[in-house]
């Protein structure tokens, strides 16, 4: 951790703290951490971009001063790179809501209705939040300095058309669907203008989702708003209600939809006829902004978090194409054309939502290599298997692997491969169990020998039947011997 963060909380506070604990889901370039000391706490926030760290302070501090829901920013350090603000806690909406989401992801990817899956209360979080969004949008734009926002301080042509583009590259090229490049972009500049001809500008969070609302004694606090700018109040609105993963059922759309407005009448004139009709094109910008998001995440940098996501935005594609698009006559051909290629990222959806986890086994060369994690977390286990004894030093071995009945033989009678293998299951198999519980998707357990052939083969082997059979359905094994080029699935 950041010595400027006990500074700081030293300095304001009167006292060190006694206790540092790294939290987890930190931005790519952010740390956090939450310090305690004389039974008072705060969240240490550490960046490497001073860009994103004064805007976050700027437009936080301009908040508060509206009396808005946000975090009180407390110091900031002489080089603006770390800062300590309130502790909201470690309820997010995203965590209160988690029943029902579970249960309408569950039922969408399996085609069954999702109407009952969100309980009362659960409904009545996500409606609090929505009447006090335009709080954030309105109340907080005013009197804001816009120019402290990061990377842009509007949105405009450019930033609609860098999203378009992202969507395109990143997404629908990856796909093998053929399209004309001229006319997929002569329809992107007419969703470009349809979007920037919207009245209601005010502030735009840009980043507008339950992960991004905290709560305390039932009310939504807001945090993570550094990347907002000026902008369509209808973006956070999509960005929210039509959230890919969220599966919201459309009676609870239209709830939030309402409720949504009523709280906008308190800050301006709203013509709603108007508003839903401009809306449907910001559902199908941050459609298309967000699976962008999960081509270069998924396709590309193959984590499977974002791989697994790609269906539930597919399915809400799907529904939102029921009623055209007038302006877009061949972005909607096209995104058509889209729905019918994903029935691998459905099975990984799927595989997610059933409850069962996902194991990778995979054994391999140390020579060529530690396997990268498919789960994309850079998680799980690296076994080195190498001080098991080696078949492969004698001759009548070279040619089998760890599969053939004779090093099978060899290892589990002149080797100590069974005491190794017990204390792995023992390790492997409490893992599994909280991933489980947790509701987490995969896990990576890899076993590495001199050549991937015998001892690491064997392991893995082994490692797979054991999961199989102590965990049964629960969980579904892929299994990869990487050196010989094998795959198999349990």
Not at 50 to 68: D, M, P
Not at 100 to 105: D, F, H, T, V, W
Not at 174 to 194: H, P
Not at 385 to 403: F, L, Q, V, W
Request: with cysteine; glycine share 10%; aromatic share 12%.
């Amino acid at each position: 951790m950041d010595t400027k963060l006990y500074s700081l909380f030293t300095e304001y506070f009167g006292f060190e703290p006694d206790s540092c604990e790294r939290l987890s889901g930190a931005g790519s370039n952010r740390q956090y951490y939450r310090l305690e000391g004389n039974g008072v706490s705060a969240i240490g926030v550490s960046g490497t971009d001073i860009h994103e760290n004064e805007a976050f302070i700027g437009i936080g501090r301009h908040f508060k001063s509206r009396n808005l829901n946000v975090p009180e920013i407390y110091s900031v350090s002489r080089d603006g790179m770390c800062y300590i603000q309130e502790d909201l806690g470690d309820v997010s909406l995203y965590d209160a809501v988690s029943s029902g989401r579970a249960a309408a992801s569950s039922s969408m990817l399996g085609g069954e209705d999702v109407a009952a899956a969100y309980s009362a209360e659960e409904r009545a979080l996500l409606l609090r939040t929505v009447s006090v969004l335009p709080e954030i949008q309105i109340k907080g734009a005013e009197g804001l300095d816009f120019g402290c926002c990061y990377p842009v301080k509007e949105f405009d042509a450019r930033s609609v058309m860098f999203d378009l583009n992202y969507f395109k590259y990143c997404f629908l090229k990856t796909s093998g669907v053929e399209f004309d490049e001229m006319k997929l972009e002569d329809d992107f500049e007419s969703l470009r203008d349809r979007l920037l001809s919207v009245d209601g500008y005010g502030f735009m969070y840009r980043d507008f989702q339950a992960r991004n609302v905290m709560l305390r004694g039932g009310e939504p606090f807001f945090i993570d708003f550094q990347g907002g700018r000026k902008g369509p109040v209808h973006y956070d609105l999509a960005s929210f209600v039509w959230q890919a993963k969220a599966c919201y059922p459309a009676d609870l759309k239209e709830e939030m939809l309402s409720e949504y407005l009523r709280a906008l009448r308190e800050f301006m004139d709203v013509d709603e006829r108007k508003f839903r009709e401009d809306l449907r094109y910001f559902v199908l910008f941050r459609m298309m902004q967000v699976l962008g998001a999960y081509g270069l995440r998924g396709r590309f940098e193959k984590k499977r978090h974002f791989i697994e996501s790609i269906p539930y935005a597919m399915a809400n594609l799907e529904d939102f194409l029921r009623t055209p698009v007038p302006e877009c006559p061949y972005l909607t051909e096209v995104l058509g054309r889209l729905l019918s290629g994903y029935e691998e990222e459905r099975r990984l959806g799927q595989n997610a939502m059933d409850g069962r986890l996902i194991v990778s086994v995979t054994s391999f060369s140390y020579r060529k290599g530690i396997p990268e994690d498919p789960g994309g977390n850079g998680g799980g286990y690296v076994f080195d298997c190498r001080s098991i004894d080696n078949p492969g030093k004698y001759e009548e071995y070279k040619s089998s692997t760890g599969m053939d009945v004779n090093v099978v033989e060899f290892l589990e009678n002149r080797s100590n491969v069974k005491d190794f293998l017990d204390s792995v299951y023992r390790l492997v198999d409490s893992h599994a169990e909280k991933f489980l519980s947790r509701g987490f998707t995969h896990l990576s357990v890899c076993f590495g020998c001199t050549g991937g052939q015998h001892r690491s083969v064997y392991c893995a082997e082994k490692m797979a039947g054991h999961l199989v059979s102590r965990f049964g359905d629960r969980l579904s094994v892929e299994l990869w011997h990487r050196e010989q080029g094998i795959r198999k699935r349990f």
